[in-house]
């Protein structure tokens, strides 16, 4: 389903909007005063923003120092091409034991890992992970109440982005992080393991997002839903639209990018968005989701291109294009159109347009285009 | 200084009163004013739509336009942002070209704050977001209001958050753009304004379309209209005059005007 068609019932639902709206403004104060507590916040979502594009630019090295240093403590590493291989391995790892408690994070929710507390009888755990260290093959965590001291099978699963290649790199991210995610300077527990785990790393089209070298921006997220928090329209709209994927501004870049922009949702999630900026602002790793946004628009607009039937608004853009092309299409354009415009109107405003623009009336006036426009005054001012 | 003014495609047709007041504004400064009649549009619809070669063909007709001039302002804070920030994007060639929004020129150009203007009415800004996150025009538009005499300025809540336009959103995802719009005019109206301005025609004729819809009796206006304003001119008088001036062309034929 389109995301504006999903966003509808969303939009009724006076209840979580109110909340929304609440716990939105909360959420911008908190992380607000977060990052002014820092006096060097620029410089560190910089530094944040280097070595995310620094590990994205290498990741191939980094995956395979990771692998090395996870099997030199005595972990194994699976890797999965696509959620369903991610599935089918970490039901191989269990072995049948029903008692399996979930730790989720946004790569569980991808894989559709449905949400179980560990229990005192569970014998086996999967972990979303936070970030994986390479150096030393370290599984990271920042989620309050959670130890990775489980005994039995630990199973972490991770997209193959959430890499870090050392710790120096680490103490910058997990200063953005908290500060960016929840407003706080840290979080109320971060938990380490080393060795001892079994870790599935999953592809499932990160690959196809890296080779662009536009959209790999995308893959420097770390999780923090700030951009979220600031955005109008995932205030309004709340998560249900943006589909199975992420929620959100990066969820509007990423799942167009990770599953491809010919179905109805994924090419209209690039559209989700005013471009207000918003999120780039506070994004803590610097990623430019407004033009990322515009980027998957031009893919999405191409990918309909050669379409045998031509689309209403292709038709509309390319007239459009080629009468602002020069100067005496231009003058036509403008006096007919605005000839047609006048007759719509009544007492200067136009109520209701034809066509594509008919969304526009439906909730706004258009002014009526005045007699003179601006280059005819120019012409008889002169 | 000669100054190279580009109104705008949008602005041309539906707000031919913006290039006028701007032009005004700047004459009245003491600076020659040159409109090339053959400037059509920058290509920001096209580009933030994704019709990428459209777009950067239109850019390049703008770049064609305004190469000999060494200064160009515009009313509209997109379209400055599109020029500044999306060209270079399209083709490196056509980075580094002198396109300035009206207010930023006036402030960090010519260096004036009072522009000697004169506006009689309760008055709110609405920062937009190409203007607030892209230009990074901070407070320069409401520096230049301070100074505008009779001009009482009421600060918007919540001003910062954008007004649901987006260009093709407002149609493409008309509902939530309501929704959005909605909430802006809410916070429009508690300030108690009898007018709502900003440093873009586009999302002003967002926020204006639904003020009307709605029959609010707040209008939406340019920046520029306020900093073009005198004393001594009576609140709508030209407005008035131009809507006789324009009946009286009801009656000619299209050839002439």
């Given at each position: 389903m389109k995301f504006s068609d999903a966003a509808r019932p969303q939009l009724s639902d006076h209840r979580s909007r109110r909340r929304r709206r609440q716990a939105g403004a909360e959420a911008r104060a908190r992380r607000a005063e977060a990052a002014a507590g820092l006096p060097d916040w620029e410089r560190l979502r910089e530094a944040g923003a280097a070595i995310r594009e620094r590990t994205l630019r290498d990741l191939g090295t980094h995956l395979e120092e990771l692998e090395v240093s996870v099997i030199e403590e005595d972990g194994r590493v699976h890797w999965a091409r696509d959620a369903a291989e991610a599935k089918r391995i970490i039901t191989s790892l269990v072995g049948g034991e029903t008692d399996v408690g979930l730790v989720r994070s946004d790569v569980t929710d991808e894989i559709g890992l449905k949400s179980r507390e560990t229990g005192p009888y569970t014998k086996a755990a999967v972990v979303g992970a936070g970030f994986l260290v390479a150096e030393t093959g370290t599984l990271v965590v920042a989620d309050p109440g959670e130890s990775l001291t489980f005994p039995g099978t630990l199973i972490a699963v991770?997209?193959?982005?959430d890499t870090v290649p050392a710790w120096s790199d680490l103490e910058v991210l997990l200063q953005l992080l908290p500060r960016s995610a929840v407003g706080r300077r840290m979080h109320p527990a971060v938990s380490?393991?080393?060795g001892g785990f079994d870790l599935v790393l999953l592809d499932n089209g990160r690959t196809r997002v890296l080779a662009d070298e536009t959209g790999r921006s995308a893959l420097r997220c770390i999780h923090c839903s700030a951009c979220s928090d600031v955005c109008p329209i995932y205030e309004r709209t709340g998560p249900r639209p943006y589909g199975p994927g992420r929620a959100g501004p990066i969820g509007a870049v990423l799942t167009p990018q990770l599953r491809g922009v010919e179905a109805p949702l994924e090419a209209s999630l690039p559209f989700a968005s005013t471009l207000c900026g918003a999120c780039?602002?506070?994004?803590p790793v610097k990623i430019d989701i407004p033009g990322l946004l515009v980027h998957l628009r031009g893919e999405v607009v191409e990918s309909r291109r050669n379409r045998p039937v031509p689309a209403p608004e292709l038709l509309l853009m390319r007239g459009l294009a080629w009468s602002m092309g020069d100067?005496?299409?231009y003058e036509h354009t403008l006096m007919s159109r605005a000839r047609w415009a006048r007759l719509l109107a009544r007492d200067g405003r136009i109520r209701r347009l034809p066509g594509l623009f008919g969304k526009w009336t439906d909730a706004r006036d258009l002014p009526a285009p005045p007699r003179q426009s601006f280059r005819a005054w120019w012409r008889r001012r002169r | 200084m000669r100054i190279a003014v580009f109104v705008t495609c949008w602005g041309d047709a539906l707000f031919p009163e913006t290039g006028k007041a701007m032009v005004r504004l700047l004459e009245r400064l003491g600076h020659e004013v040159i409109f090339e009649p053959s400037q059509t549009c920058c290509g920001q619809m096209h580009w933030t739509t994704g019709y990428r070669p459209e777009a950067i063909r239109l850019a390049r007709g703008f770049a064609e336009v305004f190469d000999d001039h060494e200064l160009v302002v515009t009313p509209?804070?997109?379209c400055a942002a599109t020029v500044r920030t999306a060209y270079p994007r399209m083709d490196p060639a056509l980075a580094g070209l002198p396109v300035y929004e009206l207010t930023e020129f006036l402030v960090d150009v010519l260096g004036v704050v009072d522009v000697g203007a004169s506006y009689p009415h309760r008055v709110t800004y609405h920062p937009t977001c190409q203007s607030l996150r892209t230009l990074g025009l901070a407070d320069r538009p409401l520096r230049?209001?301070?100074e505008v005499r009779n001009l009482e300025l009421a600060e918007l809540p919540m001003a910062e958050e954008c007004c649901g336009f987006g260009g093709a959103f407002s149609m493409k995802n008309a509902d939530t753009s309501v929704a959005m719009v909605a909430d802006k005019i809410a916070r429009i109206r508690e300030t108690g304004a009898d007018a709502v301005c900003a440093t873009d025609d586009s999302c002003l004729a967002h926020i204006g379309g639904a003020l009307s819809?709605?029959?609010?009796?707040?209008?939406?206006?340019?920046?520029?209209e306020i900093l073009a304003s005198e004393a001594g001119e009576a609140p709508g008088a030209e407005q008035a005059g131009e809507r006789l001036a324009e009946r009286a062309m009801r009656t000619r034929p299209p050839e002439a005007r």
């Open positions: 991770a997209g193959i982005e380490f393991r080393t780039a602002d506070v994004c100067r005496r299409r | 509209s804070a997109s230049l209001l301070r819809r709605l029959r609010s009796g707040v209008r939406a206006v340019h920046i520029a």
